[in-house]
């Protein structure tokens, strides 16, 4: 273990959680093998791996039919799934909820990606959701949408712990950031405690670069072989535009931690809100499986990683202190760059793409769990 990269990273002041969960891992004990043997602390859980969970084991069969004898729903019935999943996660992360002093150990479950532009309806379903599972070291995702962000702040303002998801923008992550703010403000001027409430700010990467690449891809398309230093230009911003992205948003991270807000509400035991690098998973083969790992190592951060990627990471990750922290100014520039005459790239609408294609993805697996739930159900309900 002392020459695996995750422990090494650990030390580095950054958390490696996992972005994978279903009852299999759980009650076969890999999930607490994992915690020992590659130093996960947390995890976060998606419908895409629940889907196919329900739909390809039978492990779940019993409770689906358990509920389908009690008269329950569709959706009352994945909630009892789900729930229970979380609430036994939560229980495995205990101790390293408590040893952390409550800053990691999370266990982390969305609300319906359907409710992404419904602030009310969020804010419901959240502390719907946080009663139920009953656990301290729960977080809540809500999307980091227009919609998203005042029910960021209510959440946060009733004591709920909340992991924000599709961030892409820096923009979107600063706001974020504020929205963890207000609402533990409101709190404190509600004479409520705050040094208990947790909040991480999940900032995708992968499919940053993926969209931005095939908008380069596009324009080398267009161009003349005569343009050679504008091909140039353009290659030299493949793959490179989600990490300058991340290293940005942390200069604003640390800006605001420093910020007179953020020292007042610390003097009265607020945690910081770490930023969390979601969507971790190189997708184009060309480029290293762990380049989001290696380049983005961090005081006060998290990497939530698949499987496949932890794997990959103890195997060959090449680790280095405060990478994030590496030529923020070049990053900036990077960013500059795309909306220069000879690249040509919308930098407020890749972002904005991004998110209404990122609901999106967020519901197609949703729909696809519960579409696998109802099969099952069909499946057990005797004739």
């Known amino acids: 273990m002392a020459n695996n990269p995750i422990f090494k990273i650990k030390e580095y002041g950054q958390s490696i959680w996992m972005d994978y969960l279903d009852r299999q891992l759980i009650e076969s004990g890999e999930l607490k093998n994992k ?4 130093g996960i602390s947390g ?4 419908p895409k791996s629940f ?4 739909s390809n084991n039978r492990v ?8 389908i004898k009690g008269g329950k729903s569709t959706s009352e019935i994945y909630e009892s799934l789900i729930f229970e999943d979380i609430r036994n996660a939560c229980d495995i992360f205990r ?4 040893e952390s002093g409550g800053t990691d150990g999370f266990v982390s479950i969305e609300v319906s990606p359907h409710l992404a532009r419904d602030t009310q309806r969020t804010v419901e379903e959240a502390r719907r959701f946080f009663r139920a599972i009953d656990r301290d070291n729960v977080f809540i995702k809500i999307p980091g949408t227009k919609e998203g962000f005042p029910a960021i702040e209510q959440a946060i303002s009733e004591g709920i712990n909340v992991n924000i998801t599709l961030l892409f923008s820096v923009e979107s992550y600063v706001e974020s950031a504020w929205a963890y ?5 409101a709190r404190v001027a509600a004479g409520k405690p705050i040094e208990n409430i947790a909040s991480v700010a999940s900032f995708f990467l992968s499919r940053i670069d993926t969209k931005v690449d095939n908008r380069i891809d596009e324009r080398l398309k267009r161009i003349g072989t005569e343009e050679l230093n504008e091909e140039a230009r353009l290659r ?3 793959g490179k535009v989600a990490i300058a992205n991340a290293k940005v948003a942390y200069q604003r991270f640390k800006e605001i931690i420093e910020s007179d807000r953020f020292k007042a509400l610390a003097e009265q035991g607020a945690n910081i809100q770490r930023v969390l690098w979601a969507s971790t998973s190189t997708k184009n083969p060309d480029y290293s499986d762990v380049m989001y790992v290696n380049e983005l190592i961090g005081q006060n951060t998290i990497n939530t990683l698949p499987p496949d990627t932890i794997e990959a990471c103890e195997d060959h990750a090449d680790v280095a202190p405060n990478r994030v922290e590496t030529e923020a100014d070049k990053a900036q520039k990077t960013l500059e760059s795309l909306g220069e005459p000879d690249i040509q790239i919308d ?3 890749v972002m904005a793409e991004l998110v209404e294609e990122g609901i999106e993805k967020f519901a197609k697996p949703f729909d696809s769990l519960m579409k696998s739930i109802e099969e099952k159900a069909e499946q057990l309900t005797p004739v």
Do not use: F, H, M
Request: no cysteine; aromatic share 8%; proline share 3%.
């Open 60 to 67: 779940y069969d019993s409770d689906i039919e358990a509920g």
């Open 43 to 46: 995890i976060t859980s998606n």
């Open 95 to 98: 101790p390293i909820y408590d």
């Open 347 to 349: 930098y407020d609408q």
């Open 236 to 238: 030299e911003l493949k």
């Open 51 to 54: 889907a196919k969970a329900v």
């Open 181 to 185: 703010v207000r609402g533990l403000e």
């Open 35 to 38: 915690i020992e043997t590659r």
